[in-house]
């Protein structure tokens, strides 16, 4: 891990001192997504809900960098600028690597973030390297293809799409190769796992343990947000009770993110604030 301790001690969702005090801005630059998420629907024009996968808008890259500059003036204390959807940075990769080389080229001193499932890392992970990314955050949601193909409808891999246990096969075993190529290179690897009672819940430390074993550097347990309308809509949300043990679980093998907002994909501002 080459990613610099002063660095690290600056992003607010891997150092929870930091979120007290440096702020993140997502940019939406990433519209499509190559999985369909039993608990997902992702929306645009967005303004009343609170999750992950939402935007009130979509950016083209010249809009991201126009964003970042108008928050810097504003006076916000941006320390880290995001591509966390609305879809999947890799779905998405000429937009998500054109916006982060213009943000790069202006802004060099802002720490530069990515959240993705993991399917298409490898493919792109020379370019990620090279234009400065330093924290990566892979959601595994399961670890094997039984419990993978519970989660999630579909799985698409270049024009092709898989459904039941191949998709599932597939997605744990491309997202294996990517925590384990991402961390033999500078980047601070942080996995998220999203808890559904009743689905992945009894395999959060195992989760843990098999992600830690690839290079993980750390490890965020996020209670699903039931959506109506989602296969997993109905599902209740796991309580903040079985959320701490489950966190107790899986710190066993990774240090745990305990302040997670579960933040929107345009979120601005120090964590807990929603866009701006």
């Known amino acids: 891990m080459g990613v ?3 660095d690290i001690a600056k992003h607010p969702c891997f150092r929870p001192e930091a979120s007290r005090t440096w702020a ?5 630059v990433a519209p499509r997504c190559n999985v369909q998420c039993n ?3 992702r929306k645009f024009s967005c303004v009343s809900e609170s999750r992950p996968g939402v935007t009130a808008d979509v950016l083209m890259p010249e809009e991201a ?4 500059e108008r928050v810097l003036s ?3 204390p941006l320390s880290v600028v995001g591509i966390a959807g609305p879809g999947d940075a890799f779905a998405n990769p000429e937009l998500t690597l054109a916006a982060l080389r213009l943000i790069h080229a202006a802004h060099p001193e802002l720490l530069l973030c990515l959240s993705t499932n993991g399917i298409g890392l490898l493919d792109w992970i020379d370019e990620v390297e090279e234009v400065g990314v330093s924290h990566l955050t892979i959601t595994v949601n399961a670890i094997d293809p039984e419990t993978a193909a519970r989660m999630y409808s579909w799985v698409r891999v270049g024009e092709r799409t898989y459904r039941g246990l191949e998709a599932g096969r597939i997605l744990v075993e491309r ?3 990517a925590i384990r190529e991402a961390a033999k290179r500078p980047f601070l690897v942080k996995v998220n796992t999203v808890v559904v009672p009743g689905v992945n819940d009894g395999q959060v ?5 098999r992600v830690a074993d690839l290079g993980a550097d750390l490890h965020n347990c996020i209670a699903m947000i039931p959506v109506a309308g989602t296969p997993f809509g109905v599902i209740p949300e796991p309580d903040a009770a079985r959320m701490l043990e489950l966190r107790a679980d899986a710190g ?4 745990q993110m305990g302040h997670c907002s579960r933040c929107r994909a345009d979120a601005c501002g120090l964590l807990g604030e929603g866009c701006g």
């Open 4 to 6: 610099a301790a002063a």
């Open 24 to 28: 993140r801005l997502h940019l939406p």
């Open 39 to 41: 608990f997902c629907d």
């Open 65 to 68: 960098l126009a964003r970042v």
């Open 74 to 76: 504003e006076g916000v």
């Open 175 to 177: 997202q294996a190769a």
């Open 205 to 209: 430390g195992e989760i843990a343990r």
């Open 252 to 255: 066993r093998h990774l240090p």
